[in-house]
Structure formats: structure tokens, C-alpha cells
């Protein structure tokens, strides 16, 4: 498995809006679960949120009511929309898969350790910077 592209990082202005991109899935039935992380400085992994292929979509409370997770299987792509930035949105992104039915099953919660047991194959991560 080649890993995931996470693009749209960058730079944006508190209030404003983003939206990332996660592309390299390669081949996807029905038995998979796709996650959304960040990591900032001196802070622990945050998940945000997942989705598994049975559409089932898990946001983290700190992220809810801000952040959307999609998946569109037109053009294999995952991504993550969050809206009203704040500077404390600054981080690296990252995306990540877990394939097969076990993944599947695991993709219960946002808690990050145990989501990330369910993903096997991630992308290097897109940086967001927000400014104030």
C-alpha cells in the first residue's frame, strides 16, 4: 500500500474556512475505515473524525459542529472540512486508512489510540497554519 496524500494545507485567517484532501486508496470494497487526525506542537494526537464504508461518520466533541469528514467514490478521495478556524487549528493533518473487516469493526470511536489501531496505511500530513 503506497501512502496517502493529505493535500489543501496552508496558511488561512481565523473565521475562514478549510479543506483537505486525501487521495491513494487504491482498490476499496465496503470494509474499510478512513480517519482524520492533527497534531500540534507540544500538544498529543487529536483524531477528529472517521468514517468506515458503511457511512457510518464519528466526529470528536471538541471538533463537532465545525468539521465535516466525506468520502466521494467518484474520485476515491476522503476529505475533511472545517469551518470557523481558530488559531488553535494550527497543526499537521493527517489522513489515514485501515483496510478489511477488522478495521471496519474497529471504527467506533474517535479516542486517537484506539481509532488508530484500526488504520494501517497513512499519508505524511499537510501543515495548517491559522493565524489571528
Known amino acids: 500500500q503506497v501512502p496517502l496524500l493529505e493535500t489543501g494545507g496552508g496558511s488561512g485567517q481565523a473565521g475562514g474556512s478549510l479543506r483537505l484532501s486525501c487521495a491513494n486508496f487504491?482498490?476499496?470494497?465496503?470494509?474499510?475505515?478512513m480517519g482524520w487526525f492533527r497534531h500540534a506542537p507540544g500538544k498529543q494526537r487529536e483524531a477528529l473524525a472517521s468514517i468506515d464504508g458503511a457511512g457510518i461518520i464519528i466526529v470528536a466533541d471538541s471538533v463537532a459542529g465545525r468539521v465535516t469528514i466525506s468520502y466521494d467514490n467518484a474520485t476515491n478521495t476522503l476529505r475533511l472540512q472545517m469551518d470557523t478556524l481558530t488559531p488553535e487549528d494550527t497543526a499537521k493533518y493527517y489522513c489515514?486508512?485501515?483496510?478489511?473487516?477488522?478495521?471496519?469493526?474497529?471504527?467506533?470511536?474517535?479516542?486517537?489510540?484506539?481509532?488508530?489501531?484500526?488504520?494501517?496505511?497513512w499519508g505524511q500530513g499537510t501543515l495548517v497554519t491559522v493565524s489571528s
Open positions: 489515514a486508512v485501515g483496510f478489511g473487516v477488522e478495521s471496519l469493526l474497529r471504527c467506533t470511536t474517535v479516542t486517537p489510540d484506539i481509532l488508530a489501531e484500526a488504520l494501517n496505511t
Open positions: 487504491g482498490y476499496l470494497d465496503r470494509s474499510y475505515c
